[in-house]
């Protein structure tokens, strides 16, 4: 299997307040996780991507000050949305890749079940 | 440029038809993937079918089957004899060889099971 969780599965907080979301792979090591956003009746946009131990590769237009990650473990990557404000709302999911894949471009995304994040 | 594209507007399929959703694609990558993910109301995404650029035959998997057209660069997932719950939406993905593994998702169909 393949199995990944997000916690929590929603969230409302006051604008101003941080929020950690965690996304773990539950029975795999993932080297690479992915971290999306996507607003109501639109696409994902990737927003970053975490790799164990290193620092995250943030997309163009992505803040890393106002997003955090950490990917401290095999199993663990943290989004924190640091002094979220009402346009942070949104759909925050993850993704994780095996470990040691069988190689090129076959490796599967497996993503978590999302974080919906609302920020009043 | 967009490299993902899925332009059908949303649809509404009887139970037990087939339906054919519609991805085309840009790469200069000879080496790549292509991906379709469905996504239900609850928000997960659910892995539906892979097909690597070099594969021979079309992809299957149960009533999910992948028609790949490598010359028009389309990759259009057909869903046989559907159900009420694959009503959702459909994304089409695709992750090159030189990007890193980061996959591009295409804006989605929407397909809507009736009985």
């Known amino acids: 299997g393949a199995v990944v969780s997000q916690h929590p599965s929603w969230v409302i907080c006051k604008s101003g307040t941080s929020v950690k979301i965690e996304c773990r792979s539950l029975d795999f090591q993932a080297t690479t996780m992915f971290w999306y956003r996507q607003f109501p009746k639109q696409s994902l946009m990737l927003m970053a991507t975490?790799?164990?131990?290193?620092?995250?590769?943030?997309e163009q237009g992505v803040e890393k000050d106002k997003f955090l990650i950490n990917h401290a473990s095999l199993t663990l990557s943290t989004l924190t949305v640091t002094s979220a404000h009402p346009e942070d709302s949104s759909f925050y999911i993850c993704?994780?890749?095996?470990?040691?894949?069988?190689?090129?471009?076959?490796?599967?995304?497996?993503f978590g079940p999302g974080t919906r994040l609302l920020v009043l | 440029a967009q490299k993902i594209t899925q332009t059908q507007p949303g649809m509404f399929v009887q139970e037990k038809e087939a339906v054919t959703l519609d991805c085309t694609y840009d790469?200069?990558?000879?080496?790549?993937?292509l991906f379709w993910y469905k996504q239900p109301s609850s928000g997960e995404m659910i892995f539906l079918i892979y097909q690597g650029s070099y594969d021979q035959q079309n992809a299957t998997e149960g009533r999910y089957s992948l028609n790949f057209q490598k010359a028009r660069k389309s990759a259009n997932l057909v869903i046989s004899a559907s159900q009420l719950g694959d009503s959702a939406m459909y994304f089409c993905?695709?992750?090159?060889?030189?990007?890193?593994?980061?996959?591009?998702f295409g804006k989605g169909n929407q397909v809507v099971v009736i009985p």
């Open positions: 975490s790799n164990e131990g290193s620092k995250a590769t943030y």
């Open positions: 993905a695709m992750r090159e060889d030189r990007g890193n593994n980061r996959l591009a």
């Open positions: 993704s994780a890749t095996k470990a040691n894949p069988s190689g090129g471009v076959r490796e599967t995304q497996y």
């Open positions: 790469t200069s990558d000879p080496s790549y993937g």
